[in-house]
């Protein structure tokens, strides 16, 4: 097994986390044309959820395989059956054959996060942060553009282009890892059963997982209470905006996507803690511009920090457990993600709750109360 990791092979698989994942928010922008073509019928509108519920399985299912696979394998074989699921999205006759699609399209997304412990386990201990900072900068900016692309290209054309077109990218992805990749066996040996029966006992042996899941969580969720609720809010007076200019403020997010590798080398350098800390102060001082700067300005002064505040800390809180089991780091990130994964939907339902009962005063003050309690946990137990 390699025990470093070349710059050239570390941006292929920053490129590869981001197309991988881009395939899961592709059909959001694209949801009006493809209820057009299939009828306003309620499940046709299902179909953003059944992608968001298969990247869920995905996280819980297949993410752990990496510990007991070959990762190149594991990833090859995904690969190649979501080219297969694309190319059904694509053809799809009917909505009940999309959204089944599409389950499997966010199951098999799941590449990203294969990708993300195969960096760390490539790289040398003294540059883990730096590679999974590139690696995950490579992962954001799939997440931040995948919606303005798909987009563009489902309104020059229509739905199904992007998912030919998403079917020949995650074909010539598959040949590019294939050619790259190094082979890499796991250090242990298990069965799927226990693999996935020892989720429970990792999170319970592990103080520093929860830890860090608690605070991401509470990152992500105040991530999600915003983003949620923009698109809301901009349509309202005195803005009266469309979705499309909601989309562009993720033009805007693509700073966190700069300081994902500087975040990386000052873990590297500094120690996880500081730059956590950091970032969740971040988030707190982004919730207070969107609640005293109004307009445009604050929106976007306030987008800067919140995405720069989240990336900041995934990228130390993922140092901090990609050190701790080497041989589970796949499991491991199956948790950390999960506990994310949980927080963020947590916050878009408050989210709307609060828009719901008090306006943008309520998403502010959510926003507020959760960044606060994140930097409160953080600071308590890091006494500890």
Same mark, same amino acid.
């Given at each position: 097994?390699?025990?470093?990791?070349?710059?050239?092979?570390?941006?292929?698989?920053?490129?590869?986390?981001?197309?991988?994942?881009?395939?899961?928010?592709?059909?959001?922008?694209?949801?009006?044309?493809?209820?057009?073509?299939?009828?306003?019928?309620?499940?046709?509108?299902?179909? &953003?959820? +059944?992608?968001?519920?298969? /990247? *869920?399985?995905? =996280? $819980?299912? !297949?993410?752990?395989?990496?510990?007991?696979?070959? @990762?190149?394998?594991?990833?090859?074989?995904?690969?190649?059956?979501?080219?297969?699921?694309?190319?059904?999205?694509?053809?799809?006759?009917?909505?009940?054959?999309?959204?089944?699609?599409?389950?499997?399209?966010?199951?098999?997304?799941?590449?990203?996060?294969?990708?993300?412990?195969?960096?760390?386990?490539?790289?040398?201990?003294?540059?883990?942060?730096?590679?999974?900072?590139?690696?995950?900068?490579?992962?954001?900016?799939?997440?931040?553009?995948?919606?303005?692309?798909?987009?563009?290209?489902?309104?020059?054309?229509?739905?199904?282009?992007?998912?030919?077109?998403?079917?020949?990218?995650?074909?010539?992805?598959?040949?590019?890892?294939?050619?790259?990749?190094?082979?890499? &066996?796991? +250090?242990?040996?298990?069965? /799927? *059963?226990?693999? =996935? $029966?020892? !989720?429970?006992?990792?999170?319970?042996?592990?103080? @520093?997982?929860?830890?860090?899941?608690?605070?991401?969580?509470?990152?992500?969720?105040?991530?999600?209470?915003?983003?949620?609720?923009?698109?809301?809010?901009?349509?309202?007076?005195?803005?009266?905006?469309?979705?499309?200019?909601?989309?562009?403020?993720?033009?805007?997010?693509?700073?966190?996507?700069?300081?994902?590798?500087?975040?990386?080398?000052?873990?590297?350098?500094?120690?996880?803690?500081?730059?956590?800390?950091?970032?969740?102060?971040?988030?707190?001082?982004?919730?207070?511009?969107?609640?005293?700067?109004?307009?445009?300005?604050?929106?976007?002064?306030?987008?800067?920090?919140?995405?720069?505040?989240?990336?900041?800390?995934?990228?130390?809180?993922?140092?901090?457990?990609?050190?701790?089991?080497?041989?589970?780091?796949?499991?491991?990130?199956?948790?950390?993600?999960?506990?994310?994964?949980?927080?963020?939907?947590?916050?878009?339902?408050?989210?709307?709750?609060?828009?719901?009962?008090?306006?943008?005063?309520?998403?502010?003050?959510?926003?507020?109360?959760?960044?606060?309690?994140?930097?409160?946990?953080?600071?308590?137990?890091?006494?500890?």
């Amino acid at each position: 097994m390699p025990s470093q990791i070349s710059r050239r092979l570390t941006l292929i698989m920053a490129a590869a986390a981001g197309l991988s994942v881009a395939n899961i928010y592709y059909n959001q922008p694209m949801l009006g044309l493809i209820v057009r073509d299939f009828g306003d019928s309620g499940h046709v509108r299902l179909v &953003p959820a +059944a992608t968001q519920l298969g /990247y *869920a399985l995905g =996280l $819980l299912l !297949l993410v752990p395989m990496g510990d007991a696979f070959d @990762r190149r394998r594991l990833i090859l074989t995904q690969n190649i059956i979501l080219v297969i699921a694309l190319a059904v999205a694509a053809a799809a006759p009917s909505a009940a054959v999309l959204l089944v699609a599409s389950v499997v399209i966010g199951a098999l997304s799941t590449i990203a996060q294969q990708i993300v412990p195969l960096a760390a386990d490539l790289a040398p201990a003294d540059r883990r942060g730096q590679v999974v900072g590139t690696v995950m900068s490579g992962l954001l900016t799939g997440i931040l553009l995948a919606r303005t692309i798909s987009g563009s290209i489902g309104a020059w054309f229509d739905w199904r282009a992007m998912f030919w077109a998403g079917t020949l990218i995650a074909a010539l992805m598959a040949v590019m890892l294939a050619i790259t990749l190094p082979r890499h &066996p796991p +250090a242990q040996r298990h069965a /799927y *059963a226990s693999l =996935l $029966l020892s !989720l429970g006992e990792l999170t319970r042996s592990q103080p @520093r997982l929860r830890r860090a899941m608690m605070t991401q969580g509470a990152q992500f969720a105040c991530f999600s209470i915003f983003w949620t609720t923009l698109a809301l809010l901009l349509q309202e007076p005195p803005f009266l905006l469309g979705s499309a200019v909601a989309g562009l403020f993720g033009i805007v997010g693509l700073t966190g996507v700069i300081v994902a590798p500087m975040a990386g080398r000052q873990s590297d350098k500094r120690g996880p803690q500081g730059i956590i800390g950091f970032g969740l102060l971040l988030v707190l001082a982004a919730f207070i511009v969107f609640a005293v700067v109004p307009g445009l300005a604050g929106l976007t002064v306030g987008v800067i920090l919140l995405d720069t505040g989240v990336t900041m800390s995934m990228i130390a809180n993922q140092s901090v457990i990609f050190s701790l089991v080497p041989a589970a780091r796949n499991r491991i990130n199956t948790i950390y993600m999960t506990g994310m994964f949980l927080a963020g939907a947590a916050g878009s339902a408050a989210s709307g709750a609060a828009w719901s009962n008090f306006g943008w005063p309520g998403v502010t003050g959510l926003g507020l109360a959760v960044s606060l309690a994140g930097l409160a946990f953080h600071l308590t137990r890091r006494k500890k």
